[in-house]
């Protein structure tokens, strides 16, 4: 187990900076998911912390010893990459054991800590074959095992589920935080796909442009997302941002008023998130919403609704599938104040 | 069988070309077969016997066969050896990005699409006793006291002309590598760092298993046109000095061309060609199997 600690960690390729002056401090046996676009500079931030990318300036330390200089084979780091990264040539078993015969281990703990990882992952049918041979699950579970076996401190993984179909990515996920939680080392994750983020991390860094966006448990991201690109970059289907002012103590957007706890000064520019979820049948106490329904998609477990407010605000709402709405159906909607979001246009800061 | 309308004109599309392959390539394989099995000596056009496997019999009796089966081994070994070597250095060097790069891979191909002939003039005015540019340079950094007649010490001949065919067939080979090397995903290489692997370990255990397939092009291509280069011995010591350069190639010319003995000459292209198919077909079985 390790602690990591960033310090102003930057990488600067030429005038280009991909990762700028980061403070990330990851605790022992944590789960930290980097999640952001592509270009965001998580990966390189995990190239980093693996010493595979040289850093340009900051500090890195593991525990308490400064690691910044330290070539990649002594920080006790294992790394799984999206592509798998198999020696094709060799055998699953010989790709597993791969890292400790340059580790000097013995033949008898080598064969012992292949079968162990291989059972672990429940491949060991498949030790003999090569990766050429193999789905691309199997080919992640060889990666894993790779990993496994060396027993380090800290995993990296460069998005492992990436290039696996949608139902192994599922299973995959569930072995993966199986594997975290019975090793109990520090994994640090780097995905674009929300639902790992969400499902795996015991915190999660959301990044942009090399800067951390927000550092927060996955609920506390989803609850309270510290701005517009947090807000806007989890949930599915994507948060509603709704533009307007305040006034009189209310949010304000042509003839539609829908009154705030705790309000910030009037004339102020800001725009409202609305979560899908967030919209129940209108009752007392609720603010209202007015919309005509445009689209209906059931997915059977819910219903997603496309519909038009009054000043031609579109929307999209996650509805029980009990509601029967009909294309054209005029349908009153009720929101519960408390529980939108509210930023601020120019800063896009959550007020 | 009825041929339907597309099949009958793919037929005709394809017909001149099968002509000219047929009169260019099918007829003299069969043709000069039909000579090596016979005593064709062209100072005596009219008499041509059939004598069978004659002429084999007597090339395995013949002791210049023997020397140059020697010569041309180890022609071949160093040419073939040689320029897979340089060709893997090469392409490991041009893989990497440092500026001028660009302009060296381009260079490189220059020696490649120089014709034979010039490539052999070059070198031979380079080795050139009394005005060679390697005489003058040895010379003038004091590594050799007195200009030396290169081509005529039978102990160095060989490779120096093998020298003349790497320096031409390397880039190809390079070339090759290159290709395959820019093939390999970054990935193996980041996580046999993460493992520990240092430079020569990520060599053996990353790069080289993914070169095999080029290696084995390489090597069967470079083994094919060595065994049968001839237009360097020409040009350049034509057997010489004594029998020091008497490769296979250059035996066959002599013995038909000079001697004007046609049967035994078809007949020893004959045993080349058949050690050349046997040779790759080796390579391809032995390098083959492991890919």
Redesign the interface.
Known sequence: MARITCAALTKKYGDVVAVDALDLEIAHGEFMVLLGPSGCGKTTTLNMIAGLEEISAGRLSFDDAEVTWTPPHRREVAMVFQSYALYPNKTVRENIASPLPLRRQPAAAIDSAVAAAAAQLEITHLLDRRPNELSGGQRQRVALGRAIVRNPAVFLMDGPLSNLDATLRLSMRGLIKRLHQDLKSTFVYVTHDQAEAMTLADRIAVMRGGLIQQLDTPEGIYERPANLFVAGFLGSPPINLIEGVMAGGAFSRGGWRLALPNPPADGRSVTLGLRPEDVMVAAPGLARLDARVELVSPLGSETHLDVVAEGGLKLTLRVPKEWRAAVGDQIGFGIDPARLHLFDRASELRL | MRLGYDERSAALLVAPVLGVLLVVAAFPIVYSFWVSLHDIVLTRPLRRPFVGFDNYLRIFDDARFWTAVSRTTVYTLVCVVATTLLAVLVALLLNEVFPGQRLLSALLLVPWATPSVVNGLMWKWIYDPTYGLLNGLLVQVGLLERYRVWLSDPDITLLLIANAAIWKQMPLAALLMIVTMKAI?E??Y??A?????NVW?RFV??TL??L?PGLMLVLVYETMISIRHFDLFLIMTQGGPGDASLTLSWLIYVETFRSLRFGTGAAMSYILAITTFALSWAVIRFLGKRI
């Open positions: 995903p990935d193996l980041r996580a760092r993460v493992d520990g692997a370990q255990h990353v298993p993914a095999r």
